[in-house]
């Protein structure tokens, strides 16, 4: 079946550095990848996504391109900030009638000031 | 605009003790799901619905039925609480199942 694997964590970084989560999967035919990101007491909130191969997801300084040669999706970001100190989740869907989300396990990250 | 609500925030029960978590959503989705999170096991699904009157099992289903009782609500039911089952409990909802958005939570704790 499906699945994700992500960089195991915690991640922690100082202020400004730049940020790299890696992210494979495993998936029959063409899924869309997402990230989502969880602050502390919250639900996930989608941060971005890709639908196909070589497209190119941001939000928020946050990229991440859509690999199919590599079967990658790996989160990046130039240049970090307190306020990122979440848990991401890698993720992907595959077309059906309910479309479900499979994740990865999340990578916990704290940013430093 | 609520997004997606989610009731209680917080349970704790005793094993064989039954309880209904309850979700709402305002956004007219059609998809509605139910996700349980533990620790270092990111999210697993248990059950979704893909349109008002349907419901499917997801990865972990035992133990837990079910209700979509309209468009808006999907009721996660525990019939005999397990200390297997403590965990943090999340609704979804969709309008194209790509793109899923998440109530707050409600963490439970079983003795």
């Given at each position: 079946?499906?699945?994700?694997?992500?960089?195991?964590?915690?991640?922690?970084?100082?202020?400004e550095?730049?940020l790299?989560?890696?992210?494979?999967?495993?998936?029959?035919g063409?899924?869309?990848?997402?990230?989502?990101?969880?602050?502390?007491?919250?639900?996930?909130q989608?941060?971005l996504?890709?639908?196909?191969?070589?497209?190119?997801?941001?939000?928020?300084?946050?990229?991440?391109?859509?690999?199919?040669?590599?079967?990658?999706?790996?989160?990046e970001?130039?240049?970090?900030?307190v306020?990122?100190?979440?848990?991401?989740?890698?993720a992907?869907t595959?077309?059906?009638?309910?479309?479900?989300?499979?994740?990865g396990?999340?990578?916990?990250?704290t940013?430093?000031? | 605009n609520?997004?997606?609500?989610?009731?209680?925030?917080?349970?704790?029960?005793?094993?064989?003790?039954?309880?209904?978590?309850?979700?709402?959503?305002?956004?007219?989705?059609?998809?509605?799901?139910?996700?349980?999170?533990?620790?270092?096991?990111?999210?697993?699904l248990?059950?979704y619905?893909?349109?008002?009157?349907?419901?499917?099992?997801?990865?972990?289903?035992?133990?837990?039925?079910?209700?979509?009782l309209?468009?808006?609500e999907?009721?996660?039911?525990?019939e005999?609480?397990?200390?297997?089952?403590t965990?943090?409990?999340?609704?979804a909802?969709?309008a194209t199942?790509?793109?899923?958005f998440?109530?707050?939570?409600?963490?439970?704790?079983v003795?």
């Amino acid at each position: 079946g499906d699945s994700v694997t992500q960089m195991e964590g915690p991640v922690t970084l100082s202020e400004e550095a730049f940020l790299t989560i890696n992210c494979t999967y495993t998936a029959t035919g063409y899924p869309s990848l997402f990230w989502y990101v969880q602050y502390p007491g919250e639900g996930l909130q989608l941060l971005l996504k890709a639908t196909k191969a070589d497209d190119k997801g941001s939000n928020k300084g946050f990229e991440a391109t859509y690999r199919k040669e590599t079967t990658s999706f790996h989160l990046e970001k130039g240049s970090v900030q307190v306020s990122d100190s979440a848990v991401y989740f890698c993720a992907l869907t595959r077309s059906g009638s309910a479309r479900q989300l499979t994740f990865g396990s999340g990578t916990q990250l704290t940013v430093l000031p | 605009n609520a997004g997606v609500t989610q009731t209680p925030k917080f349970q704790v029960l005793k094993t064989g003790q039954s309880m209904t978590l309850q979700c709402a959503q305002d956004m007219n989705h059609n998809s509605m799901y139910w996700y349980r999170q533990d620790p270092g096991m990111g999210l697993r699904l248990i059950y979704y619905s893909a349109s008002e009157g349907t419901t499917d099992k997801g990865e972990v289903p035992n133990g837990y039925n079910v209700s979509r009782l309209n468009k808006r609500e999907f009721s996660l039911r525990l019939e005999s609480a397990a200390p297997s089952q403590t965990s943090v409990y999340f609704c979804a909802s969709s309008a194209t199942g790509e793109v899923q958005f998440f109530g707050p939570g409600t963490r439970l704790t079983v003795l």
